[in-house]
């Protein structure tokens, strides 16, 4: 996993939530970018309609939306109804970029021999006001809580538009808050269409991996961290999902609230987003349809919490929401209390397809564990992985990277690929690297700390635990060019110190790679242990009928992947209207709340799925 910065252009539509919705939010529901704008400008009217002196009104939202465009549309049309208008731009009420660059820096360090690319960074439990200017924001609430009536009885409007125009000195001011939203994929296409800044930034130019490095350790944070605030609070007035550049959709917020507490009572599934690379692969492109004149797709980010998105059905159309945003309105509901409490409303795991068919190795890498995460980079979780094999070439080309060979040299391994990394050098990382053929079905266990990489020629669900970052050391990556031209970096220092020189091939036959044991049978039906180890919190089974089987969520969310048969429906025992129909490969999580449901095939050829849940 990596950070998201060059996915492909294409939104797949399939992946459609349909829960019944209240009447109220198709009759709420507006959109295109006139439609809305006319809706604020009546809000405005109604509003001052009753004689009140002055309306306020906020414009917030992700990084990546053009605040002032808006707003100065809604402007001409408040000012040709007789209103006088303040606009104030959010922008101003941050510290001199400097000031800024200074604060955050220790957090994103530059070190060419640590990290060559300036990859990683650093948490840090910022707020966005952290960011602003106390006299800039002084400034800009008397000017709002100055806002009256003219002596000839004009009302004046004032609006307050950008990333932290509803801050905390600023939001009781507001009579209303429009909160506008991007997916991490929208924002990535924006920056490499070159129309994002960070906040405060005005040095330019900026190179796109500065941009995104900022993003994911800052931007996002501190914006995250205000949209939840907002959103727990009953701040935001009206939502807007503002994806689609001129076509925006607006819900009132209580309706949105609405509409995510019916989601949670069904199966959810979010939106994969589809991202080219340097080894592969051709088999996700091909089963799920995509355009021809994508070269390849290396990565399919199933259920990645901070990158996917949640598309639901509002009549004919539809509104697409950060995932990030539903779990923080449904945490309970769709994690279970036990995970909310531990996580801190964290959704916990990940999911992606690694298709590396008709290509390459993926590169031999490790990942931190808990206490190097934390100590390094902030993070609470430990970078925990596993591969399920789902699909390999059948000429028994296809392998998995797993640990270092019993008699392996680590000195000599690292002493290797830090010569390759400076002289260009190949690497004999076969004398090294332990090899285990992959069969259809093998469960691979890939705790932090363990040196691994999906082999050719085959294609792997990853299931592991979700950072904000991308902690994948790379110790060798065969001397590869990345697709802007770049040799591909590689992280010795780090890896070096986190990779563990006991899990060597005969512990990972023992240890990581399992064989399944039985949990539960019935007739035509059975359910399997695949893979479960003490130091990582989630673990892996597998369901296996004919016909139907039957489960519970039980207070804890389950996450399910259909690896083999063709389609299934998964619906509740309680209430038969709440389903989902899973057609191959695709993941759904069953939330937390869900309780008894049954899994029917709608297929003629027997099922396999994966089932992903906490310990």
């Known amino acids: 996993m990596s950070f998201m910065t060059n996915p492909y252009p294409f939104d797949d539509t399939k992946a459609m939530n349909r829960p019944e919705l209240p009447k109220e939010a198709v009759n709420a529901f507006v959109s295109g970018e006139d439609n809305v704008l006319l809706f604020l400008r009546e809000l405005v ?8 002196s002055a309306f306020r009104m906020a414009l917030d939202g992700c990084n990546g939306v053009d605040y002032k465009a808006i707003a100065v549309r809604l402007k001409d049309l408040l000012e040709s109804d ?11 009420l941050y510290k001199a970029s400097s000031e800024i660059e200074r604060m955050i820096s220790p957090f994103l360090p530059v070190d060419p021999v640590r990290d060559p690319v300036s990859l990683f960074g650093k948490l840090h439990e910022w707020r966005l006001e952290d960011l602003l200017d106390s006299t800039a924001v002084a400034e800009a609430k008397s000017a709002l809580l100055d806002c009256k009536r003219a002596d000839d009885g004009t009302a004046e409007v004032a609006v307050c538009y950008g990333c932290g125009a509803a801050g905390e000195q600023l939001v009781p001011i507001y009579d209303t808050v429009i909160y506008f939203d991007l997916t991490h994929k929208e924002v990535s296409h924006r920056v490499n269409s070159g129309v994002v800044r960070n906040l405060g930034d005005n040095e330019l130019p900026r190179e796109k991996s500065y941009i995104f ?13 205000l949209k939840n605030r907002l959103l727990k609070a009953g701040d935001i007035d009206f939502y807007v999902d503002a994806n689609i550049s001129g076509e925006p959709k607006l819900l009132p917020g209580e309706t949105l609230a609405k509409v995510m507490s019916s989601l949670v009572r069904y199966p959810v599934r979010a939106k994969p987003v589809y991202i080219p690379g340097v080894w592969g692969g051709q088999w996700v492109k091909q089963i799920r349809h995509l355009p021809e004149e994508m070269k390849n797709c290396a990565w399919s980010f199933e259920m ?20 990030m945003l539903f779990t923080t309105a449904e945490a309970v509901n769709l994690m279970g209390e036990d995970c909310v409490r531990e996580f801190k409303g964290a959704f916990p795991i990940r999911f992606n397809y690694d298709d590396t068919m008709g290509g390459g190795h993926m590169s031999i890498q490790v990942h931190p564990h808990a206490s190097y995460a934390e ?5 609470q979780f430990q970078q925990d992985e596993s591969y399920y094999v789902v699909k390999v070439e059948e000429d028994g080309s296809a392998g998995t990277h797993m640990g270092l060979k019993n008699d392996a040299d680590k000195n000599e391994f690292f002493k290797e690929a830090r010569r390759s990394e400076k002289d260009m050098t190949s690497v004999d990382y076969e004398k090294y690297i332990n090899r285990i053929p992959s069969r259809v079905g093998d469960q691979f266990l890939i705790p932090g700390g363990t040196v691994h990489g999906s082999g050719r020629n085959q294609v792997v669900l990853e299931i592991g635990s979700c950072t904000v970052g991308s902690y994948t050391f790379k110790l060798y990556d065969y001397l590869r060019i990345d697709l802007n031209g770049k040799l591909r970096p590689i992280h010795t220092w780090h890896g070096e110190n986190v990779l563990r020189d006991e899990r060597r091939a005969d512990w990972v036959a023992q240890n990581l ?11 035509g039906w059975a359910e399997f242990l695949i893979g479960e180890r003490e130091d990582m919190f989630f673990k892996l089974q597998r369901l296996e009928f004919a016909e139907r089987i039957e489960d519970t969520a039980a207070g804890k969310f389950h996450v399910l992947c259909l690896v083999e048969g063709e389609s299934v429906q998964i619906r509740s025992k309680e209430h038969d209207e709440r ?17 008894e449901y049954v899994i029917e095939n709608l297929g003629n050829k027997p099922c396999k799925m994966t089932k992903t849940l906490l310990k």
Do not use: M, W
């Open 45 to 52: 009217r109604k509003n001052l309609a009753s004689g009140t």
């Open 82 to 92: 007789g209103y006088r208008v303040l606009l104030l731009d959010a922008a101003a």
């Open 213 to 225: 490095r900022r993003l994911y350790y800052i931007d996002y944070e501190v914006t995250d961290e």
């Open 304 to 323: 990645i919490p901070p990158e996917v998105s949640v598309q639901i059905a509002i009549g004919d159309s539809f509104i697409d929401i950060p995932f």
């Open 375 to 379: 100590e390094h980079f902030g993070e």
């Open 513 to 523: 790679h399992q064989k399944p044991r039985l949990i539960r049978e019935g007739d």
């Open 579 to 595: 389903s989902f129909r899973l057609d191959f490969s695709e993941v759904v999580v069953v939330p937390a709340c869900f309780g």
